[in-house]
């Protein structure tokens, strides 16, 4: 599973990195040379029963090399495996961290991670609209 494969370098960004990657972050995770066949198992399995379940495909993903842009939240995060880094880097690199609502507002896509009344919460911006998640929610 992705999320058993990454460790968040910095914790005060730790539920942005959560929040944002949301259920992709349950993804099953092969290495590359096993993920055609991990593919064709997952089109085989009951849709009813395994719904929820996604296989990333780790062998496309090592294709191309993805880019991160300076303060993008794929900085704050390690993966164990190159070619989970390299989706980490797909997913989070154009990520801004933002240090403020206003920075949040005036970036692309962003992430901010605040507390208030003794709660985390992230604010996600994405496509002109900011998105608010508590902690909890952004918990695995």
């Not at 092969?30 to 089109?43: F, N």
């Not at 900085?75 to 070619?83: G, L, Q, R, T, W």
């Not at 690199?93 to 206003?102: F, I």
């Amino acid at each position: 599973i992705l999320a058993d494969l990454l460790d968040v370098k910095d914790e005060r960004w730790h539920n942005a990195v959560e929040g944002y990657l949301g259920n992709n972050k349950l993804q099953l995770i092969v290495e590359p040379k096993y993920a055609r066949a991990a593919m064709d198992i997952y089109q085989e399995m009951d849709t009813k029963r395994f719904f929820r379940a996604a296989v990333l495909d780790t062998e496309k993903l090592t294709k191309d090399k993805h880019q991160v842009q300076p303060g993008a939240l794929a900085e704050v995060v390690k993966a164990k495996e190159a070619y989970v880094q390299e989706y980490i880097n797909f997913f989070l690199g154009n990520v801004k961290k933002c240090e403020s609502l206003n920075e949040l507002r005036e970036c692309r896509i962003g992430v901010h991670s605040f507390s208030a009344e003794g709660k985390n919460y992230v604010k996600i911006f994405r496509h002109g609209r900011i998105q608010r998640r508590s902690k909890q929610s952004a918990q695995c």
